[in-house]
């Protein structure tokens, strides 16, 4: 079984930046794609970013473009989202989720497995 284990999260100031990262261990399915996904307080889950783990593009949420990149390290078998101009709407638990094997990118229901998360506060 696949287990994925975020890591990065902290208090940052506006404008300030931060590099999330995620584990990936054990044996298994990881899917056709992996992702991003946060949840601010009394909102619902939503897509920051995945990419297709066999090659291929990478999306990203309007709200994140230019400001956000997703990046993996193979040989590390972890992924990382690096984080810039960040505002306090970016606020939220960040979640790493593996087990995409179709539909929209950004429907946290259409992945399988799911880390524990990783808590972004942007504050002054």
């Known amino acids: 079984q696949v287990q994925l284990m975020e890591s990065g999260g902290d208090s940052v100031q506006p404008g300030g930046s931060l590099r999330l990262s995620c584990a990936v261990s054990?044996?298994?399915?990881?899917?056709?794609?992996m992702g991003w996904f946060r949840q601010a307080p009394q909102k619902e889950r939503e897509g920051v970013a995945a990419?297709?783990?066999?090659?291929?593009?990478?999306f990203y949420a309007d709200s994140v473009k230019g400001r956000f990149t997703f990046s993996k390290d193979s040989a590390k078998n972890t992924l990382y989202l690096q984080m810039n101009s960040l505002a306090p709407d970016d606020t939220g638990m960040y979640y790493c989720a593996a087990g995409w094997y179709g539909g929209a990118w950004h429907d946290p229901n259409n992945y399988r497995t799911w880390g524990q998360g990783t808590q972004v506060t942007v504050s002054s």
């Open positions: 990419t297709y783990t066999t090659g291929g593009g990478t």
């Open positions: 054990g044996h298994g399915r990881i899917g056709n794609a």
